[in-house]
């Protein structure tokens, strides 16, 4: 169990995402420590420099620096998003099978640390990579979380607010799944305040139709390649994710966000990591939330899971 008194947040990964996550803790003084690491230790040096000489700026106190692995003993949470980048005509499963030999190279040294915190993983495939972190730490599941679809759930309620006319966070709704072309939002749960959206749309005179609300979940969907496409990367989006989950963790706040989590027989599902609504507090996943979902949705949600399931196994994890 983590101690309330301590924040400390040891980020392996100093790419544009891992960046991102530690210039959001910075702006938004989530935690007292924070250290980098990187296979490129200059590399880490440097942010670590560059993110100081911005303290002054900043409502923040805190002890920034590049370290080690060692680092990570008394760490609350450690958050990877170190990775490889897919090739030209690579496979995902090439991609996990890369990734997979880069987690082991990251995970055995920090459970030889005595790490007993909380992992983040933003590392993608994530639920895959938040899965494959899980087996090769042996740490409790409610302690591992992917940042799963809780990004595409801000976009979908950034849309959907727009549509509607009404401040995001008054929007009430979720994608699930994977993080990735299976996703899909069950819009039986979707709410505005405490009406149902699609009581909403029906009670419109066509001002508001489903027809648009799918292209809202296409949109949310293709997001990651329209940035992708316009700017190579995405990654202020992932980093404030990240952050929101961090938040959570540290205030022991019993916030529902759609983390990428294994689940336990939620939704007929069992062993598998996606994207669900989760209470997330001091301890990681407190529990996983069951909506209650249609025939239709409970089947796509299958669907997703059975994808990842798939490339969990083939990757031929012991």
């Known amino acids: 169990m983590l101690t309330n008194d301590s924040r400390k947040v040891v980020l392996v990964g100093t790419g544009m995402v891992g960046m991102s996550y530690a210039y959001a803790l910075l702006n938004q003084n989530v935690c007292d420590e924070l250290v980098l690491i ?22 923040a106190n805190m002890k920034i620096y590049a370290g080690e692995y060692k680092d990570c003993a008394d760490a609350d949470i ?6 490889v980048a897919q090739k030209p005509g690579e496979s995902r499963l090439e ?10 190279s990251i995970i055995e040294p920090i459970g030889e640390s005595g790490f007993n915190g909380i992992f983040l993983i933003a590392t993608n495939p994530v ?3 938040a899965r494959i972190a899980c087996t090769l730490s042996g740490f409790n599941p409610r302690r591992v979380l992917g940042t799963g679809t809780a990004l595409d759930t801000a976009r979908l309620r950034y849309l959907l607010g727009e549509y509607f006319g009404v401040d995001p966070r008054n929007i009430h709704a979720y994608v699930m799944g994977e993080h990735g072309d299976s996703e899909f939002v069950p819009w039986s749960q979707a709410m505005l305040a405490t009406k149902p959206i699609l009581t909403i749309c029906e009670e419109s005179d066509h001002r508001f ?4 609300l799918e292209k809202i979940s296409e949109e949310v969907r293709g997001a990651a390649q329209k940035i992708i496409e316009a ?3 995405t990654y202020y989006g992932i980093g404030m994710a990240m952050t929101r989950i961090t938040r959570a963790v540290f205030g022991d706040e019993s916030s529902v966000l759609t983390v990428s989590s294994m689940l336990r027989g939620e939704y007929g599902q069992t062993g598998v990591f996606a994207g669900a609504p989760c209470i997330v507090g001091r301890n990681g996943v407190q529990r996983v939330l069951s909506l209650s979902l ?25």
């Open 127 to 129: 639920d895959v990579m």
């Open 294 to 318: 249609t025939d239709e949705e409970l089947k796509r949600f299958a669907r997703s899971c059975a994808t990842l399931q798939e490339c969990y196994e083939e990757l031929h994890l012991s």
């Open 231 to 233: 700017k190579r990367a």
């Open 38 to 59: 990187d296979l490129d230790k200059q590399r880490a040096e440097g942010e670590a420099m560059d993110l100081n000489h911005g303290l002054a700026f900043s409502g």
């Open 78 to 83: 450690v958050a990877i998003c170190a990775g």
């Open 209 to 212: 139709c489903l027809g648009d």
């Open 95 to 104: 991609l996990l099978g890369r990734n997979t030999a880069v987690f082991r």
